[in-house]
């Protein structure tokens, strides 16, 4: 599956934005959005399972951050509120590796990563 993410930009501190994941194709994986700030490793920052009922989220965005998905569109979302110069990064989506653990937050149980799509946060 190609994935295509679109909605970042460059915000004030204390703003908001929504990043949106087109999947090119109907995917039934659990999806997820990474984020990697410059010179730092790509980290993992909240996920939502197949039906879109179930989620979990880094510790950081928390009550800040809601991910969501809608079916027909095949498209996942990233609301981000409450924004801080240290949410900026180039933020991927990436789908989740079937059979893998449900909280997971390591690469490695990801794959099918889009192109990112830039957030800067202004302080």
């Known amino acids: 599956v190609q994935l295509q993410a679109s909605g970042g930009g460059l915000v004030q501190a204390g703003g908001s934005l929504k990043l949106a994941c087109a999947a090119s194709?109907?995917?039934?994986?659990?999806m997820a959005w990474f984020r990697q700030a410059p010179g730092k490793e790509r980290e993992f920052v909240a996920a939502?399972?197949?039906?879109?009922?179930?989620?979990y989220y880094t510790d950081s965005v928390k009550g800040r951050f809601t991910i969501s998905r809608d079916k027909a569109k095949n498209t996942v979302y990233l609301e981000m509120n409450s924004l801080k110069p240290e949410d900026t990064a180039v933020y991927y989506c990436?789908?989740?590796?079937?059979?893998?653990?449900?909280?997971?937050?390591?690469?490695?149980?990801?794959?099918?990563w889009g192109q990112g799509t830039q957030v800067t946060v202004s302080s």
């Open positions: 194709r109907r995917t039934s994986n659990a």
């Open positions: 939502v399972s197949g039906s879109g009922g179930d989620t």
């Open positions: 990436t789908t989740k590796t079937r059979g893998t653990t449900w909280g997971t937050t390591a690469r490695e149980d990801f794959g099918s």
